[in-house]
C-alpha cells in the first residue's frame, strides 16, 4: 500500500490532531514506535500522512490494553498489512458494538420488568445470553477471520464424537489449572510460557490463530463478558494474566519470525 503524502505536521500539530501528548509522541520516537519522516534544521520533528495512519493504528491497539512493545512487534511485522488490519479493527468493533447494544436493551428491559412496566418471559430475561446469541458470534467469528476456516472447523468439531469433545474440554480445562498453579512465576517465566505453547496448540482442535488473533482472542477473554465470566469461576486474575502472557509469547515469536 502506498500513500502519498498531502501534508506534513510538527510534533505540536499531531499531538492537537490525536490527542495525544507531545512528550508522548516524543517518547514514541525514542523507542522506535513512531518515527518521524524528517527532522528540520531547527530540530522540530516532522510527520506526514504515513505516520499519522500508523499514530491511529497504534491507538487502537492502545485501546486493546496491548504493551508498546506488543504493538511494535506487530507493526513492524514484514508481512503487516495496514488496510487488512483496519478492516479487521472494523469488523471487532463492529461486533462488540453489536453486543453491547443487545446487553443494554436486555438491561433497560430488564428495568421496566422491574418497575412493572414491562412484562419479560424467563427467556426474554436472558436472551442476550442465549443459544441463539452463540450462532450469532459464530457469524461474527466468520466475519472477523476466513470464513471457510471458520466453517471447516465448525464442521471438523461437530463430526467429533462425544467422548472426542469431552476430552479436549478436559484438556482445555487443565492448560487453565496448569496456569493458574504458575502465576506466581510471572508472565515471562518459561513455565507459563510453556504453558501458553500449550493453549496455542490446543487452538488446533478448533483453528489456528496468527500470532495477531492469539492476541485478539487473550484480549477478548477479558473484554467479552461471557468469557471473563467463565475465566472468573477459575480465578478472578486469570483471564488478564493470560492476555499478560500471551503478549510475551507473541512478543517472542515476532522476534524469532524476524
Do not use: C
Not at 490532531?17 to 525514542?30: F, I, K, P, Q
Not at 514506535?33 to 524528517?38: A, E, F, N
Not at 492476541?215 to 477459575?234: C, H, M, P, T, V
Amino acid at each position: 500500500m502506498v500513500y502519498h503524502r498531502t501534508m506534513s505536521y510538527t510534533v505540536k500539530q499531531l499531538s492537537k490532531l490525536a490527542g495525544v501528548s507531545v512528550r508522548t509522541l516524543h517518547y514514541y520516537d525514542e523507542i522506535g514506535l513512531l518515527k518521524p519522516d524528517s527532522i528540520r534544521p531547527n530540530g522540530y520533528r516532522e510527520y506526514g500522512d504515513e505516520a499519522v495512519l500508523k499514530l491511529q493504528q497504534i491507538l487502537f491497539y492502545r485501546e486493546l490494553d496491548l504493551s508498546l512493545d506488543v504493538i511494535k512487534s506487530v507493526l513492524n511485522r514484514p508481512d503487516f498489512d495496514a488496510v487488512a488490519t483496519l478492516e479487521a479493527h472494523r469488523v471487532s468493533l463492529q461486533g462488540r458494538a453489536a453486543r453491547l447494544e443487545r446487553l443494554l436493551q436486555t438491561v433497560d428491559d430488564t428495568l421496566l420488568h422491574m418497575k412493572g412496566l414491562k412484562k419479560m418471559s424467563p427467556k426474554e430475561l436472558f436472551t442476550a445470553f442465549s443459544d441463539e446469541e452463540q450462532e450469532q458470534y459464530a457469524k461474527e467469528a466468520e466475519q472477523m477471520y476466513d470464513p471457510a476456516i471458520v466453517k471447516e472447523s465448525n464442521r471438523k468439531f461437530k463430526s467429533l464424537s462425544a467422548a472426542e469433545k469431552q476430552h479436549i474440554f478436559d484438556e482445555g480445562n487443565q492448560i487453565y489449572a496448569d496456569m493458574l498453579a504458575v502465576m506466581p512465576k510471572g508472565a515471562g517465566s518459561p513455565e507459563v510460557q510453556a504453558i501458553v505453547e500449550r493453549w496455542r496448540k490446543h487452538m488446533d482442535y478448533f483453528w489456528t490463530p496468527k500470532l495477531d488473533q492469539l492476541l485478539g482472542l487473550a484480549e477478548l477473554y477479558n473484554s467479552d463478558a461471557r468469557f471473563k465470566a467463565n475465566f472468573d469461576k477459575i480465578d478472578a486474575r486469570l483471564a488478564d494474566f493470560m492476555k499478560e502472557a500471551v503478549e510475551v509469547y507473541v512478543k517472542r515469536s515476532t522476534k524469532n519470525i524476524k
